[in-house]
Nanobody, 127 residues
Framework: QGQLVESGGGLVQPGGSLRLSCVGSGFPWDDYAIAWFRQAPGKQREGVSCISGTRGITRYADSVQGRFTISRDNAKNTVYLQMNTLKPEDTAVYYC????????????????????WGQGIQVTVSS
């Protein structure tokens, strides 16, 4: 059974930075696209960024384009999300998720498309 574990969240002031990590196990890591989602209180879960399995092709939501960077180290089964110039509206629980569909490419922002999920980690942007 596949597992994902997030780390690196916390409290940061507006304009600050955080780096989230997502470590996977129990599934063929290179064959899966890995995405970051977030969910703020009272809002639906939304896709933030995604990186494909082997070629490392990336996608970003418009709201984070230019501020967030996703990367992966397949030797460590780890995906990172570098978040810069954070805003209060970035406050949410962040989840990583894995999708094997379409040969490990980033095919969808629909949560139902993803096979495995982490437990989530809180990111709070506040002064």
């Amino acid at each position: 059974q596949g597992q994902l574990v997030e780390s690196g969240g916390g409290l940061v002031q507006p304009g600050g930075s955080l780096r989230l990590s997502c470590v996977g196990s129990g599934f063929p890591w290179d064959d899966y696209a890995i995405a970051w989602f977030r969910q703020a209180p009272g809002k639906q879960r939304e896709g933030v960024s995604c990186i494909s399995g082997t070629r490392g092709i990336t996608r970003y939501a418009d709201s984070v384009q230019g501020r967030f960077t996703i990367s992966r180290d397949n030797a460590k089964n780890t995906v990172y999300l570098q978040m810069n110039t954070l805003k209060p509206e970035d406050t949410a629980v962040y989840y990583c998720a894995a999708d094997r569909g379409a040969k490990g490419t980033c095919r969808s922002w629909a949560p139902i498309a993803y096979d495995y999920w982490g437990q989530g980690i809180q990111v709070t942007v506040s002064s």
